[in-house]
């Protein structure tokens, strides 16, 4: 158990829908990234955010956006949702300001299937 | 863009020691070099991190050359519970900052 926690472990939609997935990091630790992994696929990063503030940003679409709350946890919201986005959303939280050298702690991931 | 290559798949036995090499032909001075091991469905798992010449831990051993342009993750006496996808990460732009990007990874079987 990483200590990161994320809702919902999976996730049902229709395509046009939009969905939130939630993470609570480790306690104590400031910064959350957001990955997708498609079937069979590497981690694609998406966003990270520090105490609040988007700290980097990666291959995030635009009908994608995350923010980062005051108690540090953190929401992923996805709109017009398409058959593609159907993936395994992961959530990942480290200590500090998340520079390279900081090992990241994955949660378990939400499964989005969208029909 | 810092990119990594990894070997897409590898396969081993039982007790065997398995070496899976990182190019990272692109990598920053500062940069460290951080290997992540990863079961079906799960997210990642933190392996082992070095800079330079031999890190070992419990689990693993990362080898880095002088330049730095390669790295070999070296598991010693494979179990099948070995069996997972292992990536190398070196750092990586984005929004002008610097951050982990995980490329395809090596998928390692082992064998009984």
């Known amino acids: 158990d990483s200590g990161v926690t994320q809702t919902p472990k999976h996730l049902i939609t229709a395509t046009g829908q939009r969905v939130t997935l939630r993470c609570s990091p480790r306690?104590?630790?400031?910064?959350v990234y957001w990955y997708q992994q498609s079937l069979d696929q590497g981690l694609q990063f998406l966003i990270q955010?520090?105490?609040?503030?988007?700290?980097a940003k990666g291959n995030i679409l635009e009908r994608f956006s995350a923010q980062q709350f005051p108690d540090l946890h953190s929401e992923l919201n996805l709109s017009s949702l398409e058959l593609g986005d159907s993936a395994l959303y992961f959530c990942?939280?480290?200590?500090?300001?998340?520079?390279?050298?900081?090992?990241?702690?994955f949660g378990p991931g939400t499964r989005l299937t969208v029909l | 863009l810092a990119k990594t290559t990894q070997p897409i798949s590898m396969d081993s036995y039982e007790g065997q020691e398995v070496n899976i090499t990182c190019s990272h032909n692109?990598?920053?001075?500062?940069?460290?070099i951080t290997w992540y091991q990863q079961f079906p469905s799960q997210g990642p798992r933190f392996i082992i991190q070095?800079?330079?010449t031999k890190v070992t831990n419990e689990v693993a051993s990362l080898f880095i050359p002088a330049d730095r342009k390669s790295s070999t993750l070296s598991l010693p006496r494979v179990s099948l519970s070995d069996t997972a996808v292992y990536y190398c990460?070196?750092?990586?732009?984005?929004?002008?900052?610097?951050?982990?990007?995980f490329g395809s990874g090596t998928r390692l079987q082992v064998q009984p």
């Open positions: 990942a939280s480290s200590v500090a300001l998340g520079l390279e050298n900081d090992e990241q702690f």
């Open positions: 306690s104590g630790d400031l910064s």
């Open positions: 955010y520090y105490n609040g503030e988007e700290r």
């Open positions: 692109n990598i920053a001075t500062n940069d460290y």
């Open positions: 070095g800079y330079k």
């Open positions: 990460l070196v750092g990586d732009i984005f929004m002008g900052r610097r951050a982990l990007t």
